[in-house]
Every structure is written in structure tokens, then in C-alpha cells.
């Protein structure tokens, strides 16, 4: 049975940092392309970030390029979201999510076969 686990969220200020891991089991970790979507209240699912299987190539959303950063780590079959400058706006309950096909865009979500539970995100201003 496949199972991912966010873990890390919380409640931070504006400007902090959080790290989100995303831990799996149940699948050939490595060969899997990993990403990390939002959820922000009212709004729908949105891509935030993307990982190709080695982990050489990253995608980012616009809206946090520069702050956001993923990696994984093959060896521990987990998946990072770090998160600085944080801003209000980044307020979302995040999901990491993993793709067995190597084709199709990252960005977009019926590329994805696994999802995790979520983990809630809270920036205060």
C-alpha cells in the first residue's frame, strides 16, 4: 500500500521559514517524479514545485521562485519543501504528490498517481 506523509507545517510570521518533508512508502521511490501543490482557503489545488527522479531538475510555480526550494533524498524516500520568505499569501494546506509516468507536465495534476493527506500552512502578517 502506498503511503505519503506531509509533516512540518504550522503556524509562522511573515517572513519565517518552514521545511515541509514528505515521507513514502510502498513505491520505488526513485521512480517517481515528485511535487508539492497547495490549497490555499476557497481557492483550488494550485502546482507549487517539481522534482524529476534524480532529482537534477526542478520546476517552480511563478509565485515562489526564489523562496521555495525541493529536493529529495532517494536514500530516505522523502520529499522537502523548503519555504522562506514566507508571506500571508502562502497560507494553504500543501500536498506532495508522485508520478510514475515520466511523461506529461509536472504542473499539472492528473499526472500524479499518489497523493499525500496534507499538512497545514499558516503565515500570519
Known amino acids: 500500500q502506498v503511503q505519503l506523509v506531509e509533516s512540518g507545517g504550522g503556524l509562522v510570521q511573515a517572513g519565517g521559514s518552514l521545511r515541509l518533508s514528505c515521507a513514502a512508502s510502498?513505491?520505488?521511490?526513485?521512480?517517481?517524479?515528485l511535487a508539492w501543490f497547495r490549497q490555499p482557503p476557497g481557492k483550488e489545488r494550485e502546482f507549487v514545485g517539481g522534482?524529476?527522479?534524480?532529482?537534477?531538475?526542478?520546476y517552480y510555480a511563478d509565485s515562489v521562485k526564489g523562496r521555495f526550494t525541493i529536493s529529495r533524498d532517494n536514500a530516505k524516500n522523502t520529499v522537502y519543501l523548503q519555504m522562506n520568505s514566507l508571506r500571508p499569501e502562502d497560507t494553504a494546506v500543501y500536498y506532495c504528490?508522485?508520478?510514475?509516468?515520466?511523461?506529461?507536465?509536472?504542473?499539472?495534476?492528473?499526472?500524479?498517481?499518489?497523493w499525500g493527506q496534507g499538512t497545514q500552512v499558516t503565515v500570519s502578517s
Open positions: 510502498g513505491l520505488t521511490f526513485v521512480s517517481y517524479r
Open positions: 522534482i524529476s527522479t534524480g532529482g537534477v531538475s526542478t
Open positions: 504528490a508522485a508520478a510514475r509516468y515520466l511523461g506529461g507536465s509536472l504542473y499539472v495534476e492528473n499526472v500524479y498517481d499518489y
